[in-house]
């Protein structure tokens, strides 16, 4: 387990200095702490703490936020002269002796609920715990605390795991913009994160999940860039319609970025109230189900809208 952990430490310092190089320097302690304690809070999301709203337990978001704030306490430790995780190791063992400014009462109701078998209420009082150990900038207790969360959600190997593909994520996004905000978290619906569990249920070593998960991002950010670039040709040749059509070039920059970026579906279509205070020409005949967009635009229906067809005399944009 201690070669891993320093594995881990020299993943983290690795990513660390990505982000910023001289990264000791211009971070604080107290900005990691403050980092889990707001990890803390995304944790207890994932678990059905509202007593008004039947929630079903996420337990793989929870693995996946008991990893990033595992990047977090790993930080801490790097900060730290003399690194000391004895405390880790006793709270992954739930060995109690000889802790020191560790409340016995913490330790006698976490024992309570156990022998209750309470297991939602267990991991969103221990990670209550972190928290407050991370408010108050201690870092054994966060240690001693996170290492019975981890005991108790899953074992510490699934974390390796979960941390060196979270790790290598988070390098993936750094490369693509994440800093800068060009990174788009969300893929095709599902969050990347979502991504990572699939790649990681679908592996065998640590080589295998860096090889196989740097693959499925790059499709999936290739996909992404073609996607881009097909919604930008669309509303181009929207806009471009529209201002032949009489809109000056504003007006019909924002009508082109309405109507060709994917809101609009079968099940959530264009209505005609909607398309006249776009300040378009609308009518509804009393026959015909054809929306005919050659300056114009007609429908059946006030209440819902059939397929536009977009009607032109110039060829490189003739189209429906």
């Not at 928290?131 to 005991?151: H, M, W, Y």
């Not at 390098?171 to 800068?180: C, D, L, M, N």
């Amino acid at each position: 387990m201690k070669e891993k952990i320093n594995e881990c430490l020299k993943l983290q310092d690795e990513l660390n200095k990505k982000i910023d190089i001289n990264w000791k320097n211009i971070r604080t302690r107290e900005d990691f702490f403050r980092a889990i304690w707001l990890e803390c809070a995304e944790s207890v999301e994932s678990l059905p703490w509202k007593w008004w709203k039947k929630i079903e337990p996420d337990i793989e978001n929870l693995e996946i936020e008991l990893a990033d704030i595992f990047h977090f306490v790993l930080s801490l430790v790097l900060m730290e002269r003399n690194p000391d995780l004895s405390y880790f190791y006793k709270g992954l063992n739930k060995d109690f002796s000889d802790l020191k400014d560790i409340e016995g009462d913490y330790i006698n109701h976490y024992l309570a609920l156990k022998y209750k078998e309470e297991n939602t209420k267990i991991c969103i009082y221990l990670i209550e715990r972190v928290a407050e150990k991370a408010l108050r900038q201690d870092l054994n207790g966060v240690l001693f605390f996170f290492g019975i969360v981890v005991s108790e959600v899953f074992n510490f190997d699934k974390l390796y795991l979960l941390y060196i593909g979270k790790n290598i994520l988070n390098h993936i996004r750094q490369e693509k913009g994440y800093k800068s905000g060009n990174y788009q978290k969300v893929i095709g619906g599902l969050e990347d994160n979502k991504y990572l569990l699939k790649v990681i249920k679908e592996v065998n070593s640590k080589d295998e999940l860096e090889e196989k998960l740097r693959n499925v991002f790059n499709n999936l950010l290739v996909k992404i860039d073609m996607s881009k670039k097909a919604l930008k040709q669309m509303k181009d040749t929207v806009k471009e319609i529209l201002i032949k059509k009489g809109h000056n070039e504003e007006k019909a920059e924002l009508i082109a970025n309405e109507l060709s970026q994917g809101k609009w579906t079968h099940d959530y279509s264009l209505t005609y109230d909607y398309l006249k205070s776009l300040g378009l020409n609308v009518s509804t005949p009393n026959a015909g189900r054809s929306l005919c967009f050659d300056g114009s635009i007609s429908s059946t229906d006030r209440n819902s809208c059939c397929p536009i067809f977009i009607r032109t005399t110039d060829k490189k944009t003739r189209g429906n």
